[in-house]
């Protein structure tokens, strides 16, 4: 059985980091990437990392957010750096078996329940 479980969200203040991971179970993934929606806002494509370590990242997050991968654990992180109030969204988790990396999630066949995190100014 295939699962993706977020950790890690929790409440920050603004210029805090966060460390979120997903741990995935079942199978082996081409691509794992993060996800995140705001409330009220549709969800929207954070940054992904593939099989080898290629990285792929939203305009907006770059150099604020690094994502890496541990394939023995099958596991995946998000770092995120210097917080803003605006970054803050539950987070989820997301997976394809193939295929090149994407910033559509409609591309990704699994997903985590999400975390949350919450930025205060």
């Known amino acids: 059985q295939v699962q993706l479980v977020e950790s890690g969200g929790r409440l920050v203040q603004a210029g805090g980091s966060l460390r979120l991971s997903c741990a995935a179970s079942?199978?082996?993934?081409?691509?794992m990437g993060w996800f995140r929606q705001a409330p009220g806002k549709e969800r929207e494509f954070v940054a992904a990392?593939?099989?080898?370590?290629?990285?792929y990242y939203a305009d907006s997050e770059k150099g604020r957010f690094t994502i890496s991968r541990d394939n023995a654990k099958n596991t995946v992180s998000l770092q995120m750096n210097t917080l803003k109030p605006g970054d803050t969204a539950v987070y989820y988790c997301?997976?394809?078996?193939?295929?090149?990396?994407?910033?559509?999630?409609?591309?990704?066949?699994?997903w985590g329940q999400g975390t949350q995190v919450t930025v205060s100014s």
């Open positions: 997301a997976a394809r078996g193939r295929g090149v990396l994407s910033s559509d999630g409609s591309l990704y066949d699994y």
């Open positions: 079942g199978r082996t993934f081409y691509a």
């Open positions: 990392v593939n099989l080898i370590g290629t990285t």
